[in-house]
């Protein structure tokens, strides 16, 4: 496979778990919810081997019954957005980012955070200046955004080729294949090695390896 940076002229990145290290946030906060319904606890591990899109099917999963719940469940997106600012971006992500708008690509984020919240979010870590668009949903749901970047695909003037994206999770692949987009995957946030290996795309265990390889002819 041949992933060459020149041959892009963007990078779509997801922001959860890709550039963000918000694993240990989630954990806490479902953990939270969990303890005060008397369910028992995940751990990372756990969680990483677990989690999916639409995130509504990672609560099944865990012995939630939405037919008694609310969903998004309130006091998760209480813990989670009153901490949020205690997460780091991962190692190198500054340097990436920095290096590859040297090499003349540009470079938005897409998400199925809420649109509101993730402009936030992304302002704080002072990064945004680093985006031409960064996109989210319209809603706490997290249930996909794959009608997000289908919609702003549609509004410029990309050829398919010329883009590729790059997530910690089976949904950004997902997304990529259906936006027709190369894609590369992080073992560094929500989803487990195993499971990405599994997809059949390159997964790395950092972002800078990430860079050194589409840097690179292979």
């Given at each position: 496979?041949?992933?060459?940076?020149?041959?892009?002229?963007?990078?779509?990145?997801?922001?959860?778990?890709?550039?963000?290290?918000?694993?240990?946030?989630?954990?806490?906060?479902?953990?939270?919810?969990?303890?005060?319904?008397?369910?028992?606890?995940?751990?990372?591990?756990?969680?990483r081997s677990l989690f999916c899109f639409p995130v509504i099917d990672y609560y099944k999963k865990l012995g939630?019954?939405?037919?008694?719940?609310k969903f998004p469940i309130p006091e998760f997106l209480e813990n989670y957005n009153g901490k949020f600012h205690?997460?780091?971006?991962?190692?190198?992500?500054?340097?990436?980012?920095?290096?590859?708008?040297?090499?003349?690509?540009?470079?938005?984020?897409?998400?199925?955070?809420?649109?509101?919240?993730?402009?936030?979010?992304?302002?704080?870590?002072?990064?945004?200046?680093?985006?031409?668009?960064?996109?989210?949903?319209?809603?706490?749901?997290?249930?996909?955004?794959?009608?997000?970047?289908?919609?702003?695909?549609?509004?410029?003037?990309?050829?398919?080729?010329?883009i590729l994206l790059i997530g910690d999770t089976i949904h950004d692949l997902e997304v990529a294949s259906a936006?027709?987009?190369?894609?590369?995957?992080?073992?560094?946030?929500?989803?487990?090695?195993?499971?990405?290996?599994?997809?059949?795309?390159?997964?790395?265990?950092?972002?800078?390896?990430?860079?050194?390889?589409?840097?690179?002819?292979?």
């Amino acid at each position: 496979i041949k992933y060459l940076i020149m041959t892009y002229k963007h990078i779509i990145w997801d922001w959860n778990g890709t550039l963000l290290d918000d694993v240990w946030l989630c954990v806490e906060s479902i953990n939270i919810v969990l303890s005060s319904r008397g369910m028992p606890k995940v751990s990372a591990n756990d969680y990483r081997s677990l989690f999916c899109f639409p995130v509504i099917d990672y609560y099944k999963k865990l012995g939630f019954n939405f037919k008694n719940e609310k969903f998004p469940i309130p006091e998760f997106l209480e813990n989670y957005n009153g901490k949020f600012h205690e997460c780091e971006l991962h190692n190198d992500t500054k340097f990436v980012l920095k290096n590859i708008m040297a090499n003349g690509l540009t470079q938005s984020i897409l998400s199925a955070g809420n649109q509101d919240s993730l402009i936030k979010w992304v302002k704080h870590y002072k990064i945004d200046h680093m985006f031409s668009d960064i996109i989210g949903i319209d809603n706490d749901r997290a249930d996909s955004k794959l009608d997000s970047g289908i919609k702003w695909l549609q509004s410029k003037n990309f050829i398919n080729k010329d883009i590729l994206l790059i997530g910690d999770t089976i949904h950004d692949l997902e997304v990529a294949s259906a936006l027709g987009v190369d894609c590369i995957l992080v073992d560094i946030g929500h989803v487990s090695s195993k499971r990405l290996i599994e997809t059949g795309v390159p997964v790395f265990n950092s972002l800078d390896s990430v860079y050194k390889f589409i840097d690179k002819e292979y």
